[in-house]
Nanobody
């Protein structure tokens, strides 16, 4: 059974950095696409970043590209999201998600919620302006 647990959220000031972690338990972490999504108050959940099974390919939403970095450590069954230059609009609950496949041929697939089979409970990030 796959379980995902996010950590690292908190309250920070605009311009600060924060690193989120997603600990994976279950089978075949190193063979799965992983992703980060977020949901701001009153808004729908949206894609933030995705990474293929080896970590060789990463994908970002336009709003975070250049500020956030997704990575993974397959030896530790853990995925990360390094968030720099945080803005008030980054305030949201951040979710990690695991897919059933090692990669997607289309970069658009990384951004689609229905391409992920497992989800964590989320960690809250609040950026004060």
């Amino acid at each position: 059974q796959v379980q995902l647990e996010e950590s690292g959220g908190g309250l920070v000031q605009a311009g600060d950095s924060l690193r989120l972690s997603c600990e994976f338990s279950g089978a075949a972490f190193s063979h799965r696409v992983m992703g980060w999504f977020r949901q701001a108050p009153g808004k729908a959940r949206e894609f933030v970043a995705g990474i293929n099974s080896s970590g060789s390919a990463t994908h970002y939403s336009v709003s975070v590209k250049g500020r956030f970095t997704i990575s993974r450590d397959n030896d530790k069954n853990t995925m990360y999201l390094q968030m720099d230059s945080l803005r008030s609009e980054d305030t949201a609950v951040y979710y990690c998600a695991a897919a059933q496949y090692p990669y997607y041929s289309s970069s658009n697939s990384y951004a689609q919620e229905n391409k992920y089979a497992y989800w964590g409970q989320g960690t809250r990030v609040t950026v004060a302006s």
